[in-house]
């Protein structure tokens, strides 16, 4: 055998997968969290996204409703009340969060057919975090409409699996929180907030925050959908009672019970900032 042949020859730094994930390569894999995106999105000539933002636990409504029923079953045919109690007050709650699956569900496919009716460069793409509950209703919302769907992904241990409404091209998978949360809020013109828990509260705030100190330099627009919810949740009046934000803060967003409020909200906003001569300048801001 020539000496030739027993030539170890190591692979060039941007094919070593070792050296990648190394922490040392750890800029080049945020570079590409940034690259990718952005050059898949202007292949598919995506400008403009309504971000959707919610419970990745909430059920859909017939399977909320099964599992109560189920539970409901064996409470009656067992008898244990006590060891059984706290399981049905579970699914009693899952039930009434399943209705604001079905109201994002029916707000994104709206959306998505008056997206599809614009003319010019401007459609807006709904888009969510790509996992299960208020984010597969949106995306199922909007693939009901037949349009084109977005999920951002992040690696997670648990509940992040990609639901299979989002379309197959638009699928973007994130390590890191930073990068996900940039493509969530730089190409959005609207944000829609439906319940959800840490990561929606973290989503929520962070935007919020945002918008108050006017970093981005574009109007957002920002429904919190289900007041029954925030105002039990977050109690936005007390903030403003402790001189912590001001009053004129709470106008950045707008809540509301109603999918015809919330779009007739959102058209009427979004029609007003970027689909009219003036609103036409504000694009070129952002």
Known sequence: ???????????????????????????IRILSEYLEPHTRLRQHRVRDTIVFFGSARSLPPEQARAKLEEIEKAIEQTGNTTELEATRRLCEQAVKLARYYEDAMELARRITEWSKGLTGHHH??????????????????????????????????????????????????????????????????????????????????????????????????VILFGKEFWDEVVNFDALVRWGVVGEQDLQIFHKTDSVDDAFEHLTARLGQLYLTPKGLEQVKLT
């Open 124 to 221: 807006f793409i709904v888009c969510s975090g790509g996992s299960g509950g208020m984010m597969e209703a949106a995306n199922r919302g909007a693939s009901m409409a037949r349009g084109k769907t977005i999920g951002l992904n992040i690696q997670l241990p648990h509940e992040q699996e990609v639901n299979p409404y989002v379309s197959r091209e638009l699928i973007f998978n994130f390590h890191y929180f930073f990068m996900r949360k940039f493509w969530f809020v730089y190409p959005a013109k609207a944000l829609v907030v439906f319940p959800g828990g840490f990561g929606t509260m973290d989503e929520l705030f962070e935007v919020l925050t945002l918008i108050q100190t006017k970093m981005p330099r574009k109007t957002m627009p």
């Open 1 to 27: 055998m020539s000496e030739s042949n027993n030539r170890i020859e190591p692979p060039v730094p941007y094919l070593n997968a070792e050296f990648l994930k190394s922490r040392e390569a750890r800029i």
